[in-house]
């Protein structure tokens, strides 16, 4: 094997090399919301093993990808990376793929989902660690997504059969809070339909890169995702509207009570001055 390289760049961080093999196994997980990619560039330096076993790329957004030889059955950083990781994935999400190495075939995705590539050049690996890294970050916004409507369609079900809201003020609160840390999480991923900037360097990999987002889906989910996103909002702003008309309304009684309170006050002050006459 070549000799150990890293390169931080703003996105990511390299670490190792393409293992000299024919075929290999591709692993991508998403470990947190954030990794400090500037540190692990660090780390790796005095943990040579990080970067012996083959190529891990190291993403800003969370995501590590492992490359390593099909045959070889390999461990990963992971638990090196954890204390870099900002808010930790409980069950992280996971892509694993393999890929074959043919040289002088066209690169192309077969109808298995084996990826085929013409050279082992590290911007071709690299590339389809950048689709696999947004297919996982995709994953866990569909996810997330997902368990926030879950949380509201009690809520909306009330309103269709009841006409109204029963829903305490706090619990409301909390399901405003879901919709909205959906909304922001799902923010994090607007690059996830984005061209690479590796392209702008290797156009010749335009065409790869074609075929890995039309395999992963990345158009259509990022569509779908953006399309809850929106109705995300919209389900936000009924619930504000819900918790404010519950305070008002709230506010309404507790003014109409102390108006009756001073009311009494007033007449038994009057009774008390009549009954003193």
Do not use: C
């Amino acid at each position: 094997m070549a000799p150990v390289k890293t390169a931080s760049l703003p996105d990511f961080v390299l670490l190792g090399t393409v293992p000299e093999a024919s075929r290999f196994l591709l692993s991508a997980r998403l470990l947190g919301e954030r990794i400090d990619t500037r540190h692990v560039s660090e780390e790796a330096l005095s943990e040579p093993w990080l970067t012996r076993e083959g190529l891990t790329i190291v993403f800003r957004d969370g995501v590590v990808v492992s490359i390593t030889d099909e045959d070889s059955a390999q461990g990963h950083p992971d638990s090196l990376l954890l204390p870099h990781t900002t808010d930790l994935e409980q069950t992280p999400e996971t892509e694993i793929t393999t890929l074959v190495v043919k040289p002088g075939a066209n690169d192309k995705i077969a109808a298995d989902g084996q990826i085929q590539l013409l050279d082992a050049s590290t911007e071709r690996f690299l590339l389809v660690a950048i689709v696999l890294a947004r297919s996982v970050m995709l994953s866990r916004d569909e996810i997330l997504v997902a368990e926030a409507f879950d949380r509201i369609s009690p809520l909306v079900g009330d309103l269709r059969e009841n006409g109204q809201a029963r829903l305490p003020i706090k619990q409301a609160m909390q399901l405003v809070g879901n919709a909205l840390a959906a909304r922001h999480r799902i923010m994090g991923s607007a690059q996830a339909n984005d061209r690479p900037d590796l392209l702008w360097d290797h156009p010749e990999l335009d065409r790869l890169y074609a075929r890995l987002e039309d395999e992963y889906e990345l158009d259509e989910r990022h569509e779908v995702l953006e399309r809850k996103f929106v109705a995300l909002g919209d389900v936000a702003e009924v619930l504000l509207d819900i918790v404010r008309d519950k305070r008002a309304y709230r506010l309404e009684l507790a003014i109409i009570a102390l108006i009756a309170f001073e009311i009494v006050i007033s007449l038994v002050d009057m009774a008390l001055r009549s009954g003193g006459h």
